[in-house]
């Protein structure tokens, strides 16, 4: 476990825009930083970093938070993990006390699997090199790549023997766990006490790192002629891998991309080591899979312009047909390189230096929509059935470009190049986006219904603590929901802040001159305190398990001087606290121009923070006194609808119930007063 100095010194130390830069590309503006959201299919920037806050904040899905917490939910990480992945990042000792039997027996199986992955990463390395076997089978197969020696160290390129079970055995020897060598891939079979099987055995190793360097599968290739068996195999799918999700090589590539501003895709492990070795280090793989468009989201988060390289055969040009649409669904300038017959991007770029590849891709790449169309013209000749398919296929990827004006250059374009009017296009384009819009509307619709039952909401899949067990799987919205929540908003806005404060003007004397000085003379208890003392007073508790646990939590720091509750609970490890606290912290809360009738001054004077802040004598106790007010309303209909079922002779209790309820309500609502509204 990791001391509380130590975490308070990588909270202190982390920057959000830093953080989230190592993901995502930012642009400025005004006080805040924007780029698309990493955690849904964005297409137009709506993820915004607040620097000065140190959270950010998607207005579209509504994640966010601290950077542990983004680090967190963007890599899949524990709270402990994302932890030192920041210390890391900024140098930071990190000092841990000695874990338990049970706090080893708690880590999670995804953690336990990363490591693995690093030891046997480790580890085929480490035979590649020394065993004699890996050098003068995997190393030689190297060489006579012309891979060098710095890109075979820089990619973590390894060897797996040949012997059937020699790394799951000495994995076994050092204390790994067969369910994770399981788990991983690494190893199979083991039933009925037999020996595990290597999956990789007699293959040169190409490591998988995820986009902060995390080894989380591998890519075997085989060196030797074997019947019905595939030249390549793949780590399986895992917690911790998703091959829809990984681009090989987008750790090494991510600060390339952004410098050039362009990102080159190829498909194979080789292809990239190649282009690295030539200079070219903008490049990732799809690794021999069809685009998907997790693997296009990531691309998208350093650049929009992405130039694809294929064979210049006709298998390569085939290739370089599908899957792109759905990088012009994504935004994406894309263009298309075919290299000389016979060339692959291994081949090619081993031929080149930096200075002439990057000649050659600007003389010989060609938009993928001018690229097609003439291809296809060229197929299709002058069949009159085949053209009519070709216009339709070409119609059918200007209609996924969600630009209008990129679009209408395509049609320009198009129209004269197929010979067609552009009016005719364009109304087939619109057809087509028509009839996606119903689709998606629809599927919106049925999603909506399925996440629905009644009041209640079913949460995503979170990474929240397993020690939060006060937090319920299943979030119900209560009719105190929003008096709860507003309740909260102002503990983790101000914590142990004063609801108020007095001043005295006081003069004193500094030689001959008089100054006059405000000084406090008394303030009032802190939020939290107040908040504690008038709801337990009414023996009023939170319904929702988030607010409560958040309330508890605020309580253990009350005289906590130094107690910071906005940034404690950014950096709650539980996501769903930090998530929304995050969302209370922001400004999405503006005070309304009631406030202004109320408190005498107008809002627009002053900020809407500082005004709250100088006036919390008015709206933490109205807060309070709203929840309390709520209660007592669903109480009374609750009377009411006894009464109504009730026998005869409970009548004179309940009508008696009912008019003290009524009595309280009066009370409340000459309290409340004139109604303050929250704009959301």
Same mark, same amino acid.
């Given at each position: ?263 080159? @895709?190829? &498909?194979?492990?080789? /292809? ?7 200079? =070219?280090? #903008?490049? *990732?793989? +799809? ?88 291809? @296809?013209? &060229?197929?299709?000749? /002058? ?7 070709? =216009?339709? #296929?070409? *119609?059918? +990827? ?283």
């Amino acid at each position: 476990m990791i001391d509380h100095i130590t975490i308070g010194r990588i909270q202190d130390a982390a920057q959000i825009a830093e953080v989230v830069s190592d993901f995502v590309t930012l642009r400025r503006r005004g006080v805040n930083m924007v780029g698309l959201c990493p955690f849904h299919d964005d297409r137009s920037p709506s993820f915004y970093v607040s620097p000065a806050k140190n959270i950010c904040k998607c207005f579209s899905c509504g994640e966010g938070g601290s950077p542990i917490h983004f680090v967190m939910k963007h890599e899949q990480m524990s709270y402990y993990e994302a932890l030192k992945y920041l210390a890391r990042k900024y140098n930071i000792e990190i000092v841990e006390k000695e874990l338990t039997n049970e706090e080893k027996q708690q880590q999670s199986d995804r953690e336990s699997m990363l490591i693995l992955n690093e030891y046997a990463c480790n580890y085929f390395v480490k035979t590649l090199h020394s065993h004699p076997e890996g050098r003068s089978v995997g190393l030689t197969y190297f060489k006579e790549r012309g891979i060098r020696e710095d890109i075979i160290k820089k990619f973590q390129l390894g060897y797996s023997l040949e012997e059937r079970s020699a790394f799951s055995v000495e994995a076994q020897k050092a204390g790994y766990n067969i369910d994770f060598l399981l788990k991983t891939g690494l190893s199979f079979g083991g039933e009925q006490n037999r020996p595990l099987t290597d999956r990789f055995r007699g293959r040169v190793i190409f490591p998988v790192h995820s986009i902060s360097g995390k080894v989380v599968a591998f890519g075997g290739r085989i060196l030797k002629k074997v019947e019905n068996v595939g030249k390549y195999v793949n780590s399986p799918e895992s917690d911790i891998y998703s091959k829809s999700k990984e681009l090989y090589g987008i750790f090494f590539a991510k600060s390339a991309i952004v410098k050039q501003d362009k990102c080159f @895709l190829v &498909e194979g492990y080789t /292809d990239v080591l190649s282009m690295h070795q030539s200079g =070219i280090e #903008n490049v *990732v793989a +799809s690794s021999g899979t069809a685009l998907t468009h997790g693997q296009i989201r990531m691309i998208h988060r350093f650049t929009e312009n992405i130039t694809v390289l294929y064979d210049g055969d006709t298998a390569g040009i085939n290739a370089a047909l599908r899957g792109i649409d759905l990088l012009l669904e994504d935004g994406m300038n894309v263009k298309v390189v075919l290299l000389p017959e016979g060339e692959d991007p291994d081949s090619f770029a081993r031929k080149q230096n930096a200075e002439s590849f990057h000649r050659y891709i600007s003389e010989n790449e060609t938009d993928f929509i001018r690229f097609k169309t003439d291809l @296809l013209i &060229e197929e299709v000749g /002058d069949d009159p059935i085949k053209r009519s398919g070709m =216009i339709s #296929n070409i *119609v059918n +990827s200007i209609a996924i470009i969600p630009d209008a004006i990129t679009r209408s250059v395509y049609v320009q374009e198009c129209s004269q190049s197929l010979k067609m009017p552009e009016k005719v296009l364009i109304s087939e384009i619109n057809k087509i986006r028509a009839r996606e819009w119903d689709k998606k509307k629809e599927q919106k619709h049925r999603e909506e219904n399925r996440l629905s039952v009644g009041n209640s909401i079913l949460p995503k899949a979170n990474n929240d603590l397993k020690s939060d067990t006060a937090i319920s799987t299943k979030t119900v919205i209560t009719p105190f929901d929003r008096f709860e929540r507003e309740i909260i908003r102002y503990i983790v806005r101000y914590g142990n802040f004063p609801i108020y404060q007095k001043f005295e003007t006081q003069k004193r004397k500094a030689g001959k001159t008089v100054i006059e000085e405000q000084v406090l003379i008394e303030e009032g208890p802190g939020v939290t305190e107040f908040v504690q003392f008038d709801l337990d007073r009414d023996n009023i508790t939170f319904s929702n398990d988030i607010y409560r646990l958040m309330f508890e939590k605020a309580v253990e720091h009350i005289g906590d001087k130094d107690f910071n509750s906005g940034n404690f609970f950014l950096n709650y490890p539980s996501n769903k606290v930090s998530k929304l606290a995050s969302d209370l912290l922001s400004d999405r809360y503006q005070l309304s121009n009631i406030h202004s009738k109320i408190l005498g001054e107008k809002v627009g004077d002053k900020s809407s923070r500082l005004l709250e802040q100088n006036h919390l004598s008015n709206f933490v106790p109205r807060a309070t006194t709203e929840l309390k007010n709520a209660y007592v309303m669903q109480k009374i209909d609750e009377v009411k609808e006894e009464i109504k079922i009730s026998d005869h002779d409970r009548y004179p209790e309940l009508i008696t119930q009912l008019k003290q309820l009524q009595d309280i309500k009066r009370v409340l609502a000459k309290e409340l007063g004139e109604r303050i509204v929250l704009k959301y």
